[in-house]
Nanobody, 124 residues
Framework: QVQLVESGGGLVQTGGSLRLSCAASGRSFSSYGMGWFRQAPGKEREFVAAISRTGRSLIYGESVKGRFTISRDNAKNSMYLQMNSLKPEDTAVYYC?????????????????WGQGTQVTVSS
């Protein structure tokens, strides 16, 4: 069984930064791609960023490109999301997820394990 636990969320002012972490249990972490998604109240879950098994392939949602950076440390079974230049529209619950393959994916259907989420609130 795979468990994913997010941390690092909080309240930050516009223009500020946060670093989210995702800790994974189990020995299979390095065998799969990983991703970050977010969901704001009343909206559908939205793709944020994804990283391949090795970390060599990265992909970002258009709304966060140039501001967010995804990374992973397979030795620590962990994934990260560095968020800079935060905006009020970045306010959401952020989820980490494990992909079903080694590559990068932007759609929810390509992810089979999800964390419980961490709240990020950006004040204006």
């Amino acid at each position: 069984q795979v468990q994913l636990v997010e941390s690092g969320g909080g309240l930050v002012q516009t223009g500020g930064s946060l670093r989210l972490s995702c800790a994974a249990s189990g020995r299979s972490f390095s065998s799969y791609g990983m991703g970050w998604f977010r969901q704001a109240p009343g909206k559908e879950r939205e793709f944020v960023a994804a990283i391949s098994r090795t970390g060599r392939s990265l992909i970002y949602g258009e709304s966060v490109k140039g501001r967010f950076t995804i990374s992973r440390d397979n030795a620590k079974n962990s994934m990260y999301l560095q968020m800079n230049s935060l905006k009020p529209e970045d306010t959401a619950v952020y989820y980490c997820a494990r992909a079903t393959t080694i590559g990068v994916h932007t759609t929810l259907a390509n992810y089979d394990y999800w964390g419980q989420g961490t709240q990020v609130t950006v004040s204006s």
